[in-house]
Protein backbone atom coordinates (compact mmCIF):
# COMPACT_ATOMS: atom_id res chain seq x y z
CA UNK A 1 0.00 0.00 0.00
CA UNK A 2 2.41 2.98 -1.15
CA UNK A 3 0.30 5.74 -1.24
CA UNK A 4 -1.71 6.68 1.55
CA UNK A 5 -4.03 9.87 2.02
CA UNK A 6 -4.99 10.96 5.48
CA UNK A 7 -7.51 13.66 5.99
CA UNK A 8 -8.99 14.73 9.53
CA UNK A 9 -11.07 17.61 11.10
CA UNK A 10 -10.14 19.32 13.95
CA UNK A 11 -13.41 20.51 15.77
CA UNK A 12 -13.48 23.05 18.74
CA UNK A 13 -15.52 21.95 21.73
CA UNK A 14 -15.63 24.79 23.41
CA UNK A 15 -14.09 22.80 26.45
CA UNK A 16 -10.49 22.56 27.74
CA UNK A 17 -8.86 19.15 27.25
CA UNK A 18 -5.74 18.10 28.17
CA UNK A 19 -3.41 14.91 26.52
CA UNK A 20 -4.58 11.74 26.86
CA UNK A 21 -1.50 9.08 27.63
CA UNK A 22 0.16 7.58 24.28
CA UNK A 23 -1.46 10.81 22.50
CA UNK A 24 -2.44 10.88 19.26
CA UNK A 25 -1.41 7.41 19.10
CA UNK A 26 -4.20 5.46 20.50
CA UNK A 27 -6.21 7.57 17.74
CA UNK A 28 -4.98 6.32 15.32
CA UNK A 29 -3.91 3.30 15.89
CA UNK A 30 -7.59 2.42 16.33
CA UNK A 31 -8.66 3.50 13.11
CA UNK A 32 -6.05 2.51 11.02
CA UNK A 33 -5.84 -1.64 12.64
CA UNK A 34 -9.53 -1.51 12.73
CA UNK A 35 -9.54 -0.38 9.30
CA UNK A 36 -7.09 -2.99 8.83
CA UNK A 37 -8.98 -5.24 9.87
CA UNK A 38 -12.22 -4.67 7.71
CA UNK A 39 -9.86 -5.30 4.87
CA UNK A 40 -8.62 -8.36 5.94
CA UNK A 41 -12.15 -9.75 6.58
CA UNK A 42 -13.25 -8.12 2.85
CA UNK A 43 -10.22 -10.02 1.20
CA UNK A 44 -11.43 -12.97 2.66
CA UNK A 45 -8.37 -13.51 4.60
CA UNK A 46 -6.82 -14.58 8.46
CA UNK A 47 -6.47 -10.73 9.91
CA UNK A 48 -3.19 -12.33 11.10
CA UNK A 49 -1.75 -13.31 7.80
CA UNK A 50 -3.00 -10.59 6.16
CA UNK A 51 -1.33 -8.25 8.37
CA UNK A 52 1.94 -10.48 8.37
CA UNK A 53 2.12 -10.53 4.16
CA UNK A 54 2.41 -6.61 4.61
CA UNK A 55 5.74 -6.37 6.57
CA UNK A 56 8.35 -7.72 4.72
CA UNK A 57 10.34 -4.78 4.73
CA UNK A 58 9.48 -4.19 7.86
CA UNK A 59 11.12 -6.83 10.67
CA UNK A 60 10.37 -5.71 13.77
CA UNK A 61 6.61 -4.88 13.04
CA UNK A 62 6.78 -8.82 11.57
CA UNK A 63 8.56 -10.09 14.41
CA UNK A 64 6.37 -8.80 17.02
CA UNK A 65 2.93 -9.75 15.54
CA UNK A 66 4.42 -13.43 14.77
CA UNK A 67 5.61 -13.74 18.82
CA UNK A 68 1.90 -12.63 20.39
CA UNK A 69 0.08 -14.35 17.59
CA UNK A 70 2.29 -17.91 18.49
CA UNK A 71 1.99 -16.99 22.47
CA UNK A 72 -1.62 -16.47 22.20
CA UNK A 73 -2.20 -19.91 19.69
CA UNK A 74 -3.49 -17.77 17.14
CA UNK A 75 -6.50 -19.43 15.67
CA UNK A 76 -7.31 -22.11 18.37
CA UNK A 77 -8.99 -19.84 20.84
CA UNK A 78 -11.31 -22.31 23.28
CA UNK A 79 -14.66 -22.84 22.17
CA UNK A 80 -16.64 -19.92 22.47
CA UNK A 81 -13.87 -17.45 22.32
CA UNK A 82 -13.18 -15.20 19.40
CA UNK A 83 -9.71 -13.47 18.81
CA UNK A 84 -8.50 -10.01 17.40
CA UNK A 85 -5.24 -8.77 16.40
CA UNK A 86 -3.40 -5.63 16.43
CA UNK A 87 -0.42 -3.83 16.38
CA UNK A 88 1.34 -0.49 16.42
CA UNK A 89 4.87 1.88 16.27
CA UNK A 90 5.09 4.75 18.88
CA UNK A 91 8.12 6.24 20.63
CA UNK A 92 10.63 3.57 18.75
CA UNK A 93 9.01 1.10 20.20
CA UNK A 94 7.42 -2.14 18.03
CA UNK A 95 4.08 -4.02 19.82
CA UNK A 96 1.41 -6.46 18.77
CA UNK A 97 -1.61 -7.53 20.68
CA UNK A 98 -4.27 -10.48 20.49
CA UNK A 99 -7.43 -10.09 22.54
CA UNK A 100 -9.00 -13.03 23.58
CA UNK A 101 -13.63 -12.30 24.33
CA UNK A 102 -16.39 -13.74 24.90
CA UNK A 103 -20.32 -13.23 24.10
CA UNK A 104 -22.56 -14.33 26.51
CA UNK A 105 -26.43 -15.42 26.08
CA UNK A 106 -27.69 -12.14 26.29
CA UNK A 107 -24.58 -10.61 23.98
CA UNK A 108 -22.69 -9.25 26.73
CA UNK A 109 -18.74 -9.13 25.98
CA UNK A 110 -16.03 -9.80 28.12
CA UNK A 111 -12.57 -9.78 27.88
CA UNK A 112 -10.43 -13.14 28.90
CA UNK A 113 -7.02 -12.40 27.75
CA UNK A 114 -4.45 -10.19 25.76
CA UNK A 115 -1.28 -11.21 24.81
CA UNK A 116 1.90 -9.04 24.02
CA UNK A 117 4.66 -8.91 22.38
CA UNK A 118 6.78 -6.01 22.77
CA UNK A 119 10.50 -4.70 20.96
CA UNK A 120 11.27 -1.59 22.76
CA UNK A 121 15.07 -2.33 22.00
CA UNK A 122 17.57 -2.51 24.80
CA UNK A 123 16.14 -2.77 28.27
CA UNK A 124 17.91 -1.67 31.71
CA UNK A 125 15.13 -3.01 33.72
CA UNK A 126 12.46 -5.71 32.27
CA UNK A 127 10.79 -6.04 35.12
CA UNK A 128 9.18 -2.16 35.14
CA UNK A 129 8.80 -2.51 31.55
CA UNK A 130 6.53 -5.34 31.80
CA UNK A 131 4.41 -3.68 34.44
CA UNK A 132 4.51 -0.65 32.39
CA UNK A 133 2.52 -2.85 29.49
CA UNK A 134 0.20 -4.62 32.45
CA UNK A 135 -0.47 -1.29 33.33
CA UNK A 136 -1.14 0.36 29.97
CA UNK A 137 -3.26 -2.64 29.32
CA UNK A 138 -5.73 -2.05 32.14
CA UNK A 139 -5.74 1.34 31.57
CA UNK A 140 -6.77 0.81 27.94
CA UNK A 141 -9.46 -0.97 28.20
CA UNK A 142 -11.08 1.04 31.24
CA UNK A 143 -11.54 3.67 28.33
CA UNK A 144 -11.84 1.25 25.58
CA UNK A 145 -14.96 -0.41 27.64
CA UNK A 146 -16.42 2.64 29.24
CA UNK A 147 -14.15 5.68 29.23
CA UNK A 148 -16.20 8.25 28.61
CA UNK A 149 -16.36 12.05 30.15
CA UNK A 150 -19.71 13.88 29.91
CA UNK A 151 -20.99 17.37 30.50
CA UNK A 152 -24.20 17.96 32.42
CA UNK A 153 -24.97 21.79 32.83
CA UNK A 154 -21.78 23.32 31.55
CA UNK A 155 -20.27 20.99 34.09
CA UNK A 156 -18.21 17.97 33.86
CA UNK A 157 -20.37 14.83 35.54
CA UNK A 158 -17.35 12.80 36.57
CA UNK A 159 -15.94 14.52 39.18
CA UNK A 160 -14.73 11.73 41.11
CA UNK A 161 -14.17 7.60 41.20
CA UNK A 162 -17.85 6.88 42.06
CA UNK A 163 -18.62 8.49 38.64
CA UNK A 164 -16.24 7.28 36.32
CA UNK A 165 -16.55 3.26 35.44
CA UNK A 166 -12.91 1.94 36.05
CA UNK A 167 -12.42 -2.07 35.42
CA UNK A 168 -12.26 -4.08 38.61
CA UNK A 169 -9.87 -6.40 39.68
CA UNK A 170 -12.15 -9.16 39.09
CA UNK A 171 -12.77 -8.20 35.47
CA UNK A 172 -9.24 -7.96 34.45
CA UNK A 173 -8.00 -10.84 31.64
CA UNK A 174 -5.04 -12.56 31.80
CA UNK A 175 -2.61 -10.64 30.31
CA UNK A 176 0.72 -12.37 29.36
CA UNK A 177 3.95 -9.82 28.28
CA UNK A 178 6.54 -11.11 25.52
CA UNK A 179 9.82 -9.09 26.12
CA UNK A 180 11.54 -9.72 22.91
CA UNK A 181 15.68 -9.33 23.13
CA UNK A 182 16.64 -6.19 20.97
CA UNK A 183 19.93 -4.18 20.20
CA UNK A 184 18.57 -1.23 18.78
CA UNK A 185 18.64 1.80 20.58
CA UNK A 186 15.70 1.88 23.98
CA UNK A 187 12.23 3.03 22.90
CA UNK A 188 9.36 4.61 24.80
CA UNK A 189 7.46 1.80 27.08
CA UNK A 190 4.72 3.73 29.54
CA UNK A 191 2.23 4.27 26.48
CA UNK A 192 1.93 1.98 23.47
CA UNK A 193 0.39 -0.59 25.19
CA UNK A 194 -2.86 1.62 26.39
CA UNK A 195 -3.36 2.32 22.24
CA UNK A 196 -2.98 -0.86 20.62
CA UNK A 197 -5.89 -2.99 23.32
CA UNK A 198 -8.48 -1.26 22.08
CA UNK A 199 -8.30 -2.27 18.60
CA UNK A 200 -7.67 -5.66 19.42
CA UNK A 201 -10.75 -6.02 21.76
CA UNK A 202 -12.91 -4.58 18.98
CA UNK A 203 -11.55 -6.72 16.14
CA UNK A 204 -12.22 -9.94 18.68
CA UNK A 205 -15.95 -8.41 19.34
CA UNK A 206 -16.41 -8.73 15.21
CA UNK A 207 -15.03 -12.33 15.71
CA UNK A 208 -17.44 -13.07 18.38
CA UNK A 209 -20.48 -11.14 17.55
CA UNK A 210 -20.26 -9.89 13.65
CA UNK A 211 -20.48 -6.15 15.24
CA UNK A 212 -18.34 -3.90 13.86
CA UNK A 213 -17.30 -0.87 16.89
CA UNK A 214 -16.32 2.03 14.99
CA UNK A 215 -17.06 4.16 18.05
CA UNK A 216 -15.40 4.24 21.58
CA UNK A 217 -16.32 3.46 24.39
CA UNK A 218 -17.48 -0.18 23.08
CA UNK A 219 -20.53 0.58 25.74
CA UNK A 220 -22.19 2.69 23.70
CA UNK A 221 -23.04 0.49 20.92
CA UNK A 222 -21.89 -3.30 22.52
CA UNK A 223 -23.21 -4.99 26.10
CA UNK A 224 -20.09 -5.10 28.24
Not at 165 to 191: F, K, Q
Request: hydrophobic residues 45%; contains cysteine.
Amino acid sequence: MPNVSVKYLCQEIGINVGYWRSVSHALNCFVAESFMDELAHAAGKDPFEFRRTLLDRQPRFKRVLEQAASQAGWGKAPAGRHQGIALMEGYGTYMAQVAEVSAGPTGAVRVHRVVCAVDCGRMVNPAIVESQIESGIIFGLTAALWGEITLEGGKVRETNFDKYRLMRLNEAPVIEVMLLDSAESPGGIGEPSTAVVAPAVCNAIFAATGKRVRRLPIARTIKV
